[in-house]
C-alpha cells in the first residue's frame, strides 16, 4: 500500500484533518524563515494531539545532528527528513528514521542515491521551497528509475488532480505534498487533503492489484503533471 505524507503542517487543526482523512505521516518543518515553520513546541503539541499510527516527521536543511537529535527528542518525532546537503554519515549518526531528500533536474541527480543509506529517498525539484504557488513537478520516469536504488517517496508538484498518473507512471513508494493541498501557505484545505489521500490511495491499489494479476504498467508519453 502506497505511503502518503502531507508536509507542512503549522497547526494541531491541520494535522487532525490530514490524519483523518488518511495520511500516513505528517511533516513538520523546523528550518527558520520558511512560510511553514513551526517551533519546537508548537511541533511537540501537535504531536501530542495525534491519533496511533500517524507518524510525525521532522523535516530539517543542513542543521547539526546534534540539533537535529534534540528536537526530535523534544517533540516525540519517529522520523526526520534531511533536506539539505547533509553528507552520508548524517544520515547514520542520528540513530532515527532518516528520509534523504534528493534533488532532481535530471538523470545525472540519481547518481546521489548511491551515497545514502536512507529508510527512503524523498525525491524534490530543485526549488527551495514553495510561497504558495505551484512547484514544478519532478520527472516521473526518472523517479521510477530511482526506485530500483531504494524506497522513493515522489514529491514536488503534486495536487490531487495529478497525483494519480505520478504514482502510475513513477510506482513510487510513497508520496509526498505540501503546497498542493493548501489554502494558503502555511494553512491546508481540508477537501483538497482528502481528495489527495483518496486519490493516491485509490491509484495505488490500483497497482497493486495488477501487479497481483501480473499485468504491466504501460509508460504513458507524458512523464509530468
Known sequence: MIKIKVCGITSVDDALWAADAGADALGLIFVEGTPR????????????????FVW?????????????????????????????????????ALGLAVLKTVKVGGRED??????YKPAAFLLDSAARWSEGEARTPISWTLAREAAARGRIILSAGLTP?????AIRVARPWGVDVNSGVEAVPGRKDPAKVRRFVRAAREA??????????????????????
Open 37 to 52: 515553520y513551526v517551533t519546537p513546541a508548537g511541533a511537540a503539541a501537535i504531536v501530542a494531539a495525534l491519533p496511533p
Open 56 to 92: 510525525p516527521v521532522g523535516v530539517f536543511w543542513d542543521h547539526p545532528t546534534a540539533h537535529v537529535r534534540a528536537v526530535a527528542t523534544e517533540c516525540g518525532l519517529h522520523a526526520v527528513q534531511l533536506h539539505g546537503t547533509e553528507p552520508p554519515e548524517a544520515v547514520t
Open 110 to 115: 540519481l547518481a546521489a542515491l548511491d551515497r
Open 161 to 165: 488532480e495529478t497525483v494519480s498518473k
Open 204 to 225: 495505488g491499489l490500483a497497482l497493486g492489484a495488477e501487479d497481483a494479476e501480473g499485468h504491466g504498467v504501460a509508460e504513458p508519453g507524458v512523464d509530468r503533471g
